[in-house]
């Protein structure tokens, strides 16, 4: 019925086939109970969601309270409130988060941790996305385990510095093996600080979630790698598993250590200025005394360049007593004499490649010259990267005064990462790393941002990601997400629905719950629960809006537009936007194999009544209609595109509509000459000249007739 090319295609033939067996139907739910429904989103075996229909009770165990806020544990993208284990009767022991409805979540992640025993971390109980009291909406909510004790940053408040053997056997030893556990499971936490880590009476350590947000969202800078630090918050990425909360894990240790985190007040401009031209070793260790022993922890783990940061392994051998004597960082120096930039010297590249993105405009000037040039072949002497900056800089120009970004803003955006090939990408006023496109795309959307949606536009569309250089110590993290942009770009260059920015947002963000206005309270991010809502939602062509279209061709995978082969001699039907609209809904509920969806297919409305009125003659348009309150009941919307879209009733119809225009037109000549007043006159005289040679030729021929009788 319906059909497209390529891999879609395959995927519609194989459906087909199984709609018609009736073993393989029902099966919209990987598993159900009274509790809920637990539905797939992907291919991955961990990306797996459950839904239920009850109030503020997560598995029919956990009754969540939301009119007790616990705002101690509340994080920048989740609220936190009271729960009681009704089967226990305790409301001590855990408490909920809800997790933002605009925002992907770390399904995958929670996923792995759930039933995980994990010693010193706050375990992950039970997550599934319910209803609740709050607004009536659908939130995913993830039940917890309550730490014990108090902040570590306020123990160190109260207590003061903690020694270094006990800051090594108390924290860096169980967070170690928390951190072992999470890169075996491929987990990146992101939120190792003094903030997030509790210290109860006893001196034991709990390691508080990190999964309630995007890996580092709300992770102070200092803790993290200048890569990470000198983007937005969205804009920081996944991480590498076990390196980046190795580094944070160091800093936490040296503030420990310290006695206090002597940043906690500093801008972020600041620490980004300080990273850059010391390193986050020195500033976090100046002052401080330490044995050789710890001094080789600090310096293996806090490391500026993420992939020469100690590894699972590397911590292990340390704990267990091996000594490596490294030498201390050194500071961010690439050359022997500084260039100035906007009356500011730079002795290093990735410093300038900042100061650069921080003034944009200043450095489309400056990079018009040699300068730059000169400094990297004769003071930072890389003959190499001078060569491609001269290459690069031949191309300046042609600026576009109705593009708001010019060759020249590509220019400085490709400079930036030839000086800094490992930091984020950069356009004008933003900074994202490869891995959290999709995130700052979700971001974007939410808040409106269209100057951010335009600039990752433009890096889509310049393929801009190509241009960076892998990182070896993300194995193949960063290929793959390379080669996810690449196809993403020529999703993004179709111009129509289901495709474009709107597809790019589910692409790169396989969690992230369907954005259109009519679900945006319904937290749906797998085809089946979507389905199920929409069961209570009159649809229309004007609420069938991108988001709804774009996410639906994300979990089909569709390279192509739908087309049915039925209305391929009728492109007026085939692009009919209700038409499309249902052919979408049919393949999405044949490829998840979604039995029954009968409130759906009553409440399709529009998108029926306005396929139907594309017939003409009336009574067919009353006999599809008749048909369609039969099959509606069965629930199944192929049946309804399938009528819709019927060739025997097309073709009757469009021939009856074609005679019916032939007789119209002779219809309308002969009234449009009745009309004429003058014709009528013209007519009427030569009709009458007509009788009248009639009328004389038949009195001459009885005359005729008269004179012969008479004669003979």
Known sequence: MVQESGIADEIINRVELDIESEENSGLSGLSGDSYGTEYQIGKSIYLRISCSDRTDIVFGRYKINTKQPLKEFDTALAKAYEVTDIIADDST??????????????????NKLLGKNINNFTNIIAAQVIKTSLDNGRFFTVIIE????????????????INEE??????????????????????????????????????????????????????????????????????????????LDFHALGVMSAFCVRGKNPYSNASDKLLLDLKYSKNTYR????????SPYMSDFLRGAINENIKQTWNVERMSEWLGGRRYNLLPPTENIDAGRPIL????????????AYAMYQDWDYAKKFLKDSTLIRWIERSVQDIKLSEKMEILGKRFGSEDSDSTFTRDDEMVAQYIMLLDPTGPIRVKQVSVNIDAIGFLLAESFYKSDNDCIEAIRNIIKHSLASYKDFDKSAGNLE???????????????KKYEGFGIERMLYELNSEMPCQSDLLKNAYACSIPDLLEVLQDKPLNN??????????????????????????????????????????????????????????????????????????????????IISELEKITKKGNITNILSLITDRKYILK??????????????NTIQISKLNNKKAVNNMGYLYGLQLSVILTFFMATIVVIILILKVF
């Not at 190792?192 to 800078?221: A, F, H």
């Not at 500033?283 to 330490?290: A, E, P, R, S």
């Not at 119809?653 to 002779?666: P, Q, S, W």
């Open 146 to 161: 309550k730490p014990e004790g108090i902040k570590l940053s306020d123990f160190l408040e109260k207590n003061g510095s």
């Open 542 to 623: 004007n609420n069938f809006d991108l988001h709804l279209t774009s996410f639906i061709a994300a979990k089909l995978e569709l390279p192509v537009k739908l087309r049915i082969k039925s209305l391929s001699k009728f492109p007026d039907m085939a692009t009919h936007k209700g038409i499309e609209n249902l052919a979408m809904l049919s393949v999405a509920q044949q490829t998840f194999k979604v039995k029954n969806l009968p409130k759906l297919c009553a409440n399709i409305g529009e998108l029926v009544t306005d396929s139907v009125e594309t017939f003409h003659n009336r009574f067919i348009r009353e006999e």
């Open 93 to 110: 022991k855990y408490y909920a988060l809800t997790l933002h409805r605009h925002y992907p979540s770390r399904i995958i992640e929670i």
């Open 653 to 666: 119809d469009r021939i009856g509509f074609r005679r019916a225009v032939l007789k119209y037109r002779n």
């Open 283 to 290: 500033m976090v260790t100046d002052g401080i005394d330490v």
């Open 479 to 493: 290929k793959e997400d390379i080669l996810v942009m690449q196809r993403c770009t020529e999703l993004f260059r």
């Open 166 to 243: 006990t800051v090594i056997s108390k924290i860096v030893t169980p967070l170690s093996q928390v951190i072992n556990l999470f890169e075996k499971l491929s987990i990146t936490h992101g939120r190792i600080n003094l903030d997030n880590v509790y210290i109860n009476k006893n001196g034991s350590v709990t390691l508080g979630e990190g999964i309630s947000e995007p890996c580092g969202y709300s992770q102070p800078i200092i803790y993290e790698s200048i890569s990470r630090a000198s983007t937005a918050p969205i804009g920081k990425g996944k991480g590498v598993p076990g390196l």
């Open 341 to 352: 930039f906007n009356n500011k010297r730079f002795l290093s590249k990735k410093h300038l």
